[in-house]
T-cell receptor, first 114, second 114 residues
Framework: KQEVTQIPAALSVPEGENLVLNCSFT??????LQWFRQDPGKGLTSLLL?????REQTSGRLNASLDKSSGRSTLYIAASQPGDSATYLC?????????????FGKGTKLTVNP | SAVISQKPSRDICQRGTSLTIQCQVD?????MFWYRQQPGQSLTLIAT?????????ESGFVIDKFPISRPNLTFSTLTVSNMSPEDSSIYLC???????????FGPGTRLTVL
């Protein structure tokens, strides 16, 4: 059974700092990995999607890496801003129980202080 | 990308009643899913909504409690039946075109059961 772990559970940083969020998964047989952002009381916003054959994806100040063999991904946020404050969720798509599923970690709650 | 709307956005219901949540997508999609997010927790997949056939439920979720319909490729409903306070959660509709595609989420329905 696929399990996704995110470390740390919470992170507080001063504005302008670069930071890294970590995600690990137990079964390396994945189709892809997706990073999401969730603001309090809201739905999920997709940030980056990395296919299993890819090593990294970049969007603006965000860079996500994937090491499928070791079961790890990182989300790097450069020059953090207060508007980056949110919960960041990592999810892997894999095949289980006869269909493809997206399995989520519990998230990292990020607070960027002005 | 897919734009997803859900109705209602929130509701407060009495124990023992049922609520039907609607999910509408602005384009035809292959895969539609329903997730639950309990307070302070990550997302748990309830079921995959299959067009024209019975939904595929995850372990711990049953059709009698969470009946799902998907009459076409752009619309689905989830009913939460015979509700109890433990059903208080955010319910999210999600879609994807193919296994390798980004998975998108609706804004969620915040349900409180008294």
């Amino acid at each position: 059974k696929q399990e996704v772990t995110q470390i740390p559970a919470a992170l507080s940083v001063p504005e302008g700092e670069n930071l890294v969020l970590n995600c690990s998964f137990t079964d390396s047989a994945i189709y892809n990995l997706q990073w999401f952002r969730q603001d309090p009381g809201k739905g999920l916003t997709s940030l980056l999607l990395i296919q299993s054959s890819q090593r990294e994806q970049t969007s603006g100040r965000l860079n996500a890496s994937l090491d499928k063999s070791s079961g790890r991904s990182t989300l790097y946020i450069a020059a953090s801003q207060p508007g980056d404050s949110a919960t960041y969720l990592c999810a892997v798509r894999h095949f289980q129980g006869g269909s493809e599923k997206l399995v989520f970690g519990k998230g990292t709650k990020l607070t960027v202080n002005p | 990308s897919a734009v997803i709307s859900q109705k209602p956005s929130r509701d407060i219901c009495q124990r023992g009643t049922s609520l039907t949540i609607q999910c509408q997508v602005d384009s035809q999609v292959t895969m539609m899913f329903w997730y639950r997010q309990q307070p302070g927790q990550s997302l748990t997949l309830i079921a995959t909504a299959n067009q024209g056939s019975e939904a595929t439920y995850e372990s711990g979720f049953v059709i009698d409690k969470f009946p799902i319909s998907r009459p076409n490729l752009t619309f689905s409903t989830l009913t939460v039946s015979n509700m109890s306070p433990e059903d208080s959660s955010i319910y999210l509709c999600s879609v994807a075109g193919r296994v390798t595609d980004t998975q998108y989420f609706g804004p969620g329905t915040r349900l409180t059961v008294l």
